[in-house]
T-cell receptor, first 114, second 117 residues
Framework: GENVEQHPSTLSVQEGDSAVIKCTYS??????FPWYKQELGKRPQLIID?????GEKKDQRIAVTLNKTAKHFSLHITETQPEDSAVYFC?????????????FGIGTKLQVIP | GAVVSQHPSWVICKSGTSVKIECRSL??????MFWYRQFPKQSLMLMAT?????????EQGVEKDKFLINHASLTLSTLTVTSAHPEDSSFYIC?????????????FGQGTRLTVV
């Protein structure tokens, strides 16, 4: 099955700086890579996703890059704000057959220091 | 995004009793539902996958007789923790997947925090 590795497990940055979280996956069949933000005691919320036919996607202050050959994908948050503090999960999935099984990384606890 | 409602959001039960958690997709037909378990400060671990009208597929190490999953309709799946023990205390989250607006996506319920005393 799929195995997703994520690092770092914790990350502290000063407000306004950038944060980068990196993930690798093992299953070359994976073709969809969502990123989730989870605040304490709440459900994971999808913040951005990328499909395997795209190398980069940006949405305001967040961007995701994908290197299919190396099986790497990364989340970039620029101009970080205190409200960005949360746990971020990368995930890998195969879309097909009408369902989506998602394998998560271990998570990165991001702390943005005001 | 789509609405997936999970109930209850918080439950305390005595050791040895059973607890049922419901997961409903409110505005789309969920052909598949997934049940995850999350320990404090850890990632979401997939427990099982259920397709409407068929038996659930459990991940390795998950006891199917302890965690009973029923997916009787395209909008409802239930997870029953049978004979619960303190080590079953955890955060359980469901995820529903199905075609919506032409795209297959998975959406999460708000989670259920189970405490077994």
């Amino acid at each position: 099955g799929e195995n997703v590795e994520q690092h770092p497990s914790t990350l502290s940055v000063q407000e306004g700086d950038s944060a980068v979280i990196k993930c690798t996956y093992s299953d070359s069949a994976s073709n969809y890579f969502p990123w989730y933000k989870q605040e304490l005691g709440k459900r994971p919320q999808l913040i951005i996703d990328i499909r395997s036919n795209v190398g980069e996607k940006k949405d305001q202050r967040i961007a995701v890059t994908l290197n299919k050959t190396a099986k790497h994908f990364s989340l970039h948050i620029t101009e970080t704000q205190p409200e960005d503090s949360a746990v971020y999960f990368c995930a890998a999935s195969v879309i097909g057959g009408g369902y989506q099984k998602v394998t998560f990384g271990i998570g990165t606890k991001l702390q943005v220091i005001p | 995004g789509a609405v997936v409602s999970q109930h209850p959001s918080w439950v305390i039960c005595k050791s040895g009793t059973s607890v049922k958690i419901e997961c409903r997709s409110l505005d789309f037909q969920a052909t598949t539902m997934f049940w995850y378990r999350q320990f404090p400060k850890q990632s979401l671990m997939l427990m099982a996958t259920s397709n409407e009208g068929s038996k659930a597929t459990y991940e390795q190490g998950v006891e199917k007789d302890k965690f009973l999953i029923n997916h009787a309709s395209l909008t409802l799946s239930t997870l029953t923790v049978t004979s619960a023990h303190p080590e079953d205390s955890s955060f359980y989250i469901c995820s529903a997947s199905g075609q919506r607006t032409g795209r297959t996506e998975a959406f999460f319920g708000q989670g259920t925090r189970l405490t077994v005393v």
